[in-house]
C-alpha cells in the first residue's frame, strides 16, 4: 500500500479518507514549529543567520496553509476557518507574514501590507544576562501600532491552530459514532 504525503498527482481518495486529508499538513506545521523552537532557543545564546529566519518563515507559511488543506478537505468547516481568522489578530498576522513573503507586494493584506519583521538591539537584556538581539514583528493596527516577540507570535499561531485540531478532532470522532449508529 503506497503512503501518501499530499499532492494530487494519485488518487489519494483511495488511499486516505477526504476528510483526513489535511492531517498530513498538519504534521508538516507540528514539525516546522519544532524547528521554530529550535531557532528559538538559539536565538537565546547568538544572533540568527538568514537560514534561521527562512526556517521560521516557512513555519508561518506552513500554519498559514493549512487553512487551504482543511478547506479543501473538509467543506463543512469553512465557516469555522474564517470565523478563526477573523477572530484572532495573530491568525490574520500569520496570512500577511505567509503571502507577504510569497509576494513582492501584499495588496490585499489582512492587517498590514506594510508589516515589519526586524531585529533590535535591547540593551537592557546585556543587564541581566540575556542576548541583546530580539526578532519581533510589527503590525499597524488602526493609528496603534502591535509589536510581538516573533516566536511569542509563532506560539500563539500554533496555540490557535492546535486548539481548534483537538475541537475538530473531536467533532470528527462524535460524527464517526453517530454513523456507526
Known sequence: ??????????????????????????????????????????????????????????????????????????????????????????????????????????TRASLDSDFNLYREYNHFAVEVGQNPIQYSVAFADGDDLRKYDLFDFGERCFRLWDKFILELDARSASERKRSQS
Request: neutral net charge.
Open 1 to 106: 500500500m503506497p503512503e501518501w504525503f499530499g499532492g494530487s498527482t494519485l488518487n489519494p481518495d483511495m488511499i486516505m479518507p477526504r476528510a483526513d486529508q489535511w492531517k498530513p499538513q498538519w504534521d508538516r506545521v507540528l514539525r516546522w514549529y519544532g524547528r521554530m523552537n529550535q531557532v528559538r532557543i538559539k536565538c537565546q545564546r547568538s544572533a540568527l543567520d538568514m537560514s534561521d529566519i527562512d526556517l521560521v518563515i516557512a513555519f508561518f507559511q506552513n500554519c498559514y496553509h493549512l487553512r487551504d488543506w482543511i478547506q479543501s478537505c473538509r467543506p463543512d468547516c469553512h465557516e469555522k476557518i474564517d470565523a478563526l481568522f477573523a477572530d484572532n489578530f495573530e491568525m490574520a498576522g500569520c496570512r500577511d507574514l505567509c503571502n507577504g513573503f510569497k509576494h513582492k507586494a501584499l
